[in-house]
């Protein structure tokens, strides 16, 4: 009835080889430059490996528990923590950030940052190479819950099979620290490649030879722009590199419906199927989330592609056949 499993790993990545050798590559773009009241500055930004880079070491644990109990037939649930603790942590800052830290006086980022006309054009150049300076920790819990039972359990005047499966993970940490500044907790946000706080899936289908329907809901949790925003709309500190003050602070979650029609069929005494799938089945729209301070560019939808649908409801016919 009860199973519990334990997990500790030593994890190692090494430097891929563009983190290693990239000769260097070199665009033309605009940062709000703090040294000149935020005024939009053109800049050249140059990336260059780094042959010094170490491999990155992780720690993880992880603890389980498993429940099929026999009183209920069919039924398994599990729940899992993990805790993963990462070590010189290959990173490299954005130009903007770079050019914040320097301004606040961290002087390992003023390294990066040169000042004076260059070949690209600009009086502004500033370095983004990857080093071994950031330490990464998560943790979550993993739930996971299935029931399967033959109809006729019910009643015998019923035919098929009937499973329902639910999963779900709750984000409880999900930071990096540079040691140069305030770690980045990044759990809840709603925005980038961050996790939101929680991220779900559940299923239920119906199998009765030669056909099965599934019907399948997923969603996330509203969260955030940044945990490290403040937001206010009066008597506001003052904004900051690090906390920066914002009106608005919330993105919507999302949850969408999907379903799967299967039919099963022979060719030749061979197994076939053909199927329609319908993803987003009600049209829902993606939450509205911005940018940044300048808006979106007209060419990229104003939402996280990462979290959202953005296509709407789509449709999809298929034939499968075993030869």
Known sequence: DIRVRLTRSRDIRAPNLAELFQGGSTRVNAVQDPFNNNVSTPFAGTTTGNRSLAPEKADQWGVGVVLEPTFLPGVGLSVDYYDIRLKGGIGSVTAQV???????????????????????????????????????????????MSYRTPLDRISSKLGGDFLFRAMATHYLKDYTDTGLGVPIEEAGQNTGSSPPNWLYRMSATYSNDP?????????????????????????????????????????????????????????????????????????????????????????????????????????????????
């Not at 004076?116 to 993993?142: M, V």
């Not at 955030?224 to 904004?239: G, I, L």
């Not at 329609?276 to 979106?296: H, R």
């Open 211 to 323: 056909v099965s329907f599934t019907l399948t809901g997923r969603g996330i949790s509203s969260g955030v722009y940044s945990n490290a925003y403040v937001e206010c709309t009066a008597n506001c500190p003052a904004s900051t590199p690090d906390n920066r003050t914002i009106n608005n602070n919330r993105i919507k979650g999302a949850f969408y419906v999907d379903a799967n029609l299967t039919y099963q069929f022979s060719v030749a005494g061979e197994e076939s199927q053909i199927f329609l799938n319908v993803s987003n089945l009600f049209n829902k729209d993606p939450a509205v989330v911005a940018s940044g301070p300048d808006g979106s560019s007209p060419s990229i939808p104003a939402t996280n592609q990462a979290l959202y649908d953005l296509l709407g409801r789509t449709f999809r016919v298929g034939l499968r056949v075993k030869i």
């Open 98 to 144: 770079a050019i914040d830290r320097c301004h606040q006086g961290i002087t390992a980022y003023c390294a990066a940052v040169v000042r004076g006309p260059n070949a690209y054009g600009t009086n502004l150049q500033i370095f983004e190479s990857p080093f071994n300076f950031a330490t990464q920790k998560a943790q979550g819990i993993d739930f996971e």
